[in-house]
């Protein structure tokens, strides 16, 4: 067994006691127990969000708002109530200003479609980075297509960091809209996402940050970050599935045009034209995921219990660990920046193609995800066809590091 | 921690070693058919080049290209294999090596699949049947295209 | 107590004993055992559904496609086997063409904003029906907006039908999509939509059905009704909330481009440009509501062991058993056709409005639902504010409709 | 089967007479200030035709428009409280009844309230607040467009 020491003197955060509160953990995978360090794919889920679906369905499942019984109005309550949970979760000004989605990739694609087809004309620029998730690329994209704006990025330094240098080039008057991952999915980088919003705000540039891999993991103050949209999703965040939110700043939704049109959105219907409420309905067409929204709200609650500050010194604790026991692998390529990261380490060996590597860990019981991770322009930056990632969350723990790292070793032994 | 009698079959001995040298590895330059293919979901990617006889035998096959053990594995072995076949034979080879990966349909000459009998682990792993195919779906490309040049 | 007899001599269908897989009817409300009439908007679940929930998130939770570990491989085939049981209910030809959304509003809106945009130029006629919900309505209005095009419909008769006489003058060579309710949510009303469809694609128009209230209700046969598109939502049918479902004929899936842009719909992304999978993938971009669509399987396994015409034999059984005897009413104004129809009876009492009804029956545990059910042109139309709709599923019985009718008769007198 | 208590405290006799045979329901035609209201979410709609003295004070009042019970009754218990009051009277009853209906902030005149304190039982039914409110929304747009139009 390894011994655990991290900066010598404080011993390491222990949240072992809380994998009590994941059923799923607590399974055998061909026969060896399960590590499961696929969290940035999705989180597993607490015994209390579960319950609280079972609980919803069993007591009070009815459609919301439009009742005047007794379960629609439960219904309605719990669900406006997680509305106030997610507010103050991530820091809005106003309960309003939160409006749920299917996720991230729903929330940008809201907003690259409601706010760019109102204001991108020809010739206007999309700035994103090189370390962009697929759904933080190819929404702008289409977008860019749609109005003939043109895309530009911020490349990434061999660190895994943004190349700064070339901000102020890249930041000009003809960007409309700058847009940023807030924690890389694939690198782990946590960028500056403040200090950027910032300057573009400066220069009236409307910004977006993908918080996908942020809310639930490090504190999130959208107001302290300064952006206009935050978009992130539940299921990283040990809520359902289905189930994420666009945080936009109030005076910016006000002057978007409706999306999708339907039922809750609207205020007068005639059969020629329409009026439409103001944010969030305006943005909520049709029966939401009532039950989904309700263990959004759930898991909120479980991980304000937990603790937010709790939750990213643990993962910062864990990841510092792997990655000192992982660089010890021989022919392993480490991806992104040596210090501060998310709670991630994605990983090429040169012995073994990432499948390969994810295959051999599945059948002793670990599971990685091997590929592109929806960042297939990072891999051709990097040169990789792909790597293996390990990511964690606070029920992860040094032992299950310590198990991967055995299997790695005889991965290792195996393929080479 | 026994390693799975599953991932044993996978990766076979012979399988690790036709991946980690693989044969036929390269590229042909004058007069021959070249296919990229890939499996974007992946990112494996695989270059095959033959060069046909006038009988529409294979005269020479080469590939090169990235990717997992499995597909490499795959994609060398049967250069071995339809290199010098005859279309007939080739095209018995692709099928039976198919039902082989995927576990279903019947097998018309056993014999001749050889080695690439090994490959037959794949089936307990569907998502990997792609891998292992990756070759096969490119060499079934360049048949065609030269066919289709005769025309 | 009331004496059934209908038609004479069959006596009724009796699915009471399912009440017992419906954990959430056994409760009181105000006191009273509840009596749950507002199933037109969601339906309760089965435990068999909201266990399947459970032992998702206890056992195989894990994003899917994307992995090659065992949780992900488990999550990847009970959603895709989901997808071949939805595909079979609704009698798809290929279980590519069913595309899961968030619900019927979401797959109206894919069409109104994918197809439209594609399609629809300056001029031409997009034809639906006086009876359409308003997430039938809207996306249209909207997708007219963008292109110049003109919405027509065709008006209802008195008798809550669609005004068929004006069917030729109306579906001419410049409508490019006719959209039709096949149950209307507010009448009842069962429309004619094999027909209705066969005469549009005789003409090259396309058609889509919106099918909120006849999936699982009465037996749905995509391939019979004849149209090119098809949508659904999942929580109508005894399925969680936020899942539901667009069927697509493949050759017009074929032609469409992508709508959302993100993970899991691309093929080859850099950072200039992408391309794209085929259907459903290109439609199902970022991470999907994957319990909610097991849950969509499991409710869908369900319903097939009831037997979907057991439960449409029910539904019009109960329905007119509750019509008869609301005849009585004094005051009472039925919307929608007499005979043949949907599980539901919307109507409006002249000594008491929509609101104060429904309000008064919650007091008695009997839930109703009150207003114009997204349906304000239809309002208009019936010239009244609003209406009061009981509406039923197979696990309601003739007792609660009698509970119903004592709780109306009250109202009567104390409103009167 | 009990009638609930809290259903009684919403739909009293004096509620019930109101909405049934509303006061002051109608039109007012000349000089007067007309303001059209709806609750689009319940389909309530209300007009409301107010004439303003000189002074400000409310000469007539007249509404008529369809909705349920609680906004109906609301609406006519509203022009026999305010017709013929100053407007600093009607700014404090509308304060007092917005603080009645919705349960929360304090009560400057309870007695000037009278009857419209029959309507407290709406706290317990918040939906329908707005119902209680849709006259007095109109009202207040009524004073509102009166004063701009002075100034
Ligand atoms: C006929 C009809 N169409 C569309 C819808 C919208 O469905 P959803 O709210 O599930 O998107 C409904 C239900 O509210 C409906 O009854
Ligand atoms: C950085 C980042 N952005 C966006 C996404 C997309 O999130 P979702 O698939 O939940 O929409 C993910 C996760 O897959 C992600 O890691």
Known sequence: ???????????????????????????????????????????????????????????????????????????????????????????????????FTRGTTESINLVANVWANQYLKAGDVILYTGMEHHSNLVPWQLAAKRSGAVVKHIPVLDDGTLDLSLLDSLLTEQVKIFTCVHVSNSLGTINPVRELCAKARALGITTLVDGAQAVGHLPVNVQEIGCDFYAFSGHKMCAPTGIGGLWGRAEKLAAMQPWHGGGEMIEVVTLETSSYKAAPARFEAGTPDIAGVIGLGAAVDYLEKVGIDTIHQHGRELTAYALQCMAELPGIHILGPQSERGALVAFHLACAHPHDLVEFANTHGLALRGGHHCTQPLMKRFKVPGTSRASFYFYNTTAEVDRMMDILHRAVKFFS | MALSDDL????????????????????????????????????????????????????????????????????????????????????????????????????????????????????????????????????????QQAEEAKC
Chains 1, 3 share one sequence.
């Open chain 1, 1 to 99: 067994m390894r011994i655990v020491v991290l900066g010598k003197t404080s011993p390491m955060i222990d949240l072992s006691h809380l994998r009590a509160d994941f059923p799923i953990l607590h399974q055998q995978v061909h026969g060896e127990p399960l590590v499961y360090f696929d969290n940035a794919a999705s989180s597993q889920k607490p015994r209390a969000v579960i319950q609280e679906l079972t609980r919803y369905y069993e007591q009070d499942n009815a459609n919301v708002h439009r009742g005047l019984h007794e379960l629609s109005n439960r219904a309605t309550d719990t669900f406006e109530a997680a509305r106030k949970k997610v507010a103050r979760f991530i820091g809005a000004a106003n309960t309003h200003e939160v409006i």
């Open chain 2, 8 to 143: 044993r079959d996978l990766y076979q001995q012979v399988i690790l070693d036709h991946s980690k040298s693989p044969r036929n590895h390269g590229q042909l330059t004058c007069d021959c058919v070249h296919v990229h293919g890939d499996n974007p979901s992946c990112g494996d990617e695989i270059d095959v080049y033959v060069k046909f006889s006038d009988d529409g035998s294979i005269a020479d096959i080469k590939f090169d290209g990235q990717g997992c053990a499995i597909s490499q594995a795959s994609a060398s072995m049967m250069t071995v294999k339809v290199k010098g076949s005859s279309r007939t034979k080739v095209n018995t080879l692709m099928q039976d090596f198919r039902s082989t990966v995927m576990g279903e349909g019947s097998i018309q000459d056993e014999d001749a699949l050889g080695e690439l009998q090994l490959l037959e682990g794949v089936q307990k792993f569907p998502q990997r049947v792609k891998c292992a195919m990756l070759g096969w779906r490119a060499l079934e490309q360049a048949i």
